[in-house]
Structure formats: C-alpha cells, structure tokens
C-alpha cells in the first residue's frame, strides 16, 4: 500500500459523514501541502499528515500545520502504539488516527488532538479559504 491510497480510502470515508462541510487533499499551506482537511459544519478545521512509517517526520509536519488549524492529526496504518508514539503525540498536541483498511471504520480515533492555541488567525483565515476555493472546485467538475 502507498500512501495516497491511504488518503484516498481516508477521504472517501470522510465524504461519507454529513459532519464535514469540506474535504480536500493535498492543500497547499505556508509553502507545504497538507494531505488532507477537512472542515467541520461548526467550522472547525482539522489537518492529517499521513505516513506509512515514519511518525517522528509526520507530527513535525502536523506541527507545522498547527497554525491555521484547530486541530492537527497524524494518520498511520493500524498498529501497536509504542508509549514513545504516544509521549510524542502528547508533547506535540497532536492527536492519532489510525488506518484500517479491512474494517468498517477505515480511519478512527484513536489519539484525540486537542484543541489548538498555537493557530493565527491569518493563517487560519488562509488555510479556511483555501480549502473552500479547492472543496468548491472539485464540486464544480464533478457536475
């Protein structure tokens, strides 16, 4: 498996939930691309980084992502979470998504991000707009 298959699979499961009013990947920010956000019908932006083995680079990203959304995952294939993974995600403020390909639930949580304080508001703004610029697009051709 690759990792935009991940993202894929993760995105159509999301496209499912009426509780999200954007889905989008490989949003570009700050210089970045995040691979996936979504955004919640009560506003609230989320941001995954997704890899297949290396944790340690994906919540540096998340980190970075951190500062236009309220709350910033990581996204790993189904595994036994080390207490290292886990100390890391806590000092980071990032929460855990698991994926599962063979259950009913391809992508849960498993960690919850906290909500974020280091967002600016700029950014915020921008990151918002972007998705909904790209969300409205992908719409546009599928008509």
Not at 48 to 65: G, L, P
Not at 72 to 97: H, M, R, T
Request: aromatic share 10%.
């Amino acid at each position: 498996m690759l990792e935009f298959e991940m993202v894929n699979a993760c995105y159509d499961y999301l496209a499912k939930d009426n509780e999200y009013v954007h889905i989008v990947r490989e949003v570009p920010f700050l210089s970045r691309c995040i691979d996936l956000v979504f955004i919640s019908s009560s506003g609230e932006i989320i941001s995954v980084e997704f890899k297949m083995r290396n944790w340690r680079h994906a919540i540096e990203q998340a980190k970075n992502h951190m500062l236009g959304s309220d709350k910033a995952y990581i996204c790993l294939p189904e595994q036994n979470l080390s207490k290292l993974l886990l100390e890391a995600l806590e000092d980071a403020g990032v929460g855990l998504f698991l994926y599962s390909p063979d259950n009913f639930e391809v992508m849960s949580e498993v960690v919850p991000a906290p909500q974020n304080s280091q967002a600016v508001n700029a950014f915020q703004s921008m990151l918002k707009n972007t998705v909904e610029k790209l969300s409205n697009n992908v719409l546009m051709h599928r008509h």
